[in-house]
């Protein structure tokens, strides 16, 4: 693990971001054609230019002799519970030939320093219900809320309800 180094993504990672991207698709079964993410979208929201811009993201990347072997990205959320923002891990994912080596616990270990140095008091994520990795998570210290279920609206669903949602004044 010593020779494992985590950094923060710069522009120039954008391309490893998205390929990092589509192999978690692979790994979770989904369609390539699922991930609609490209470079100039990694390029826009993780490192925008312009006085006052702020990323929509961060990234972490795992390195072993200057190669990539994986990645964390994250931004924070708002607790209203906790009065404080919080990092939210969106994704995870090392490369096959890297995993139970360490490098995902590298990755997990640095978001939570990153949450630490800002004063965040946690850090969430979400997992597959089939996913291995849960066994990982839960090993980290993580706790499964079994009392919480994702929900989502997208596509058409998302189109009705904002066509149905009254004017926002101000």
């Known amino acids: 693990m010593a ?6 993504a710069t522009p120039a990672d954008a391309s490893t971001i998205v390929e990092f991207v ?4 692979t790994f979770e079964h989904e ?18 230019a312009g ?13 072993r ?4 072997l994986g990645f964390a990205l994250f931004f924070p959320h708002y607790s209203t519970w906790e009065g404080a923002a919080a990092l939210y891990i969106e994704d995870l994912f090392v490369v096959e030939a890297a995993r139970r080596e360490g490098v995902g616990r590298a990755l997990v270990a640095a978001v939570a320093r990153v949450a630490r140095e800002r004063g965040h008091p946690r850090v969430d994520l979400a997992v597959l219900d089939w996913n291995p ?3 990982f998570y839960a090993r980290l210290g993580f706790a499964h809320q079994p009392e919480w279920l994702a ?3 997208e596509g058409a669903s998302l189109a009705a309800l904002a066509e149905a949602a009254p004017a926002i004044e101000g």
């Open 3 to 8: 020779d494992v180094s985590i950094r923060s």
């Open 22 to 25: 589509r192999g978690l698709a």
């Open 31 to 48: 369609p390539l054609e699922h991930v609609r993410l490209t470079v100039a979208d990694v390029l826009r929201d993780g490192f925008p």
């Open 51 to 63: 006085a006052g811009a702020r990323p929509l993201f961060e990234v972490l990347i795992a390195e």
């Open 65 to 68: 002799a200057r190669t990539p």
């Open 133 to 135: 990795a849960r066994a």
């Open 151 to 153: 929900y989502r609206v």
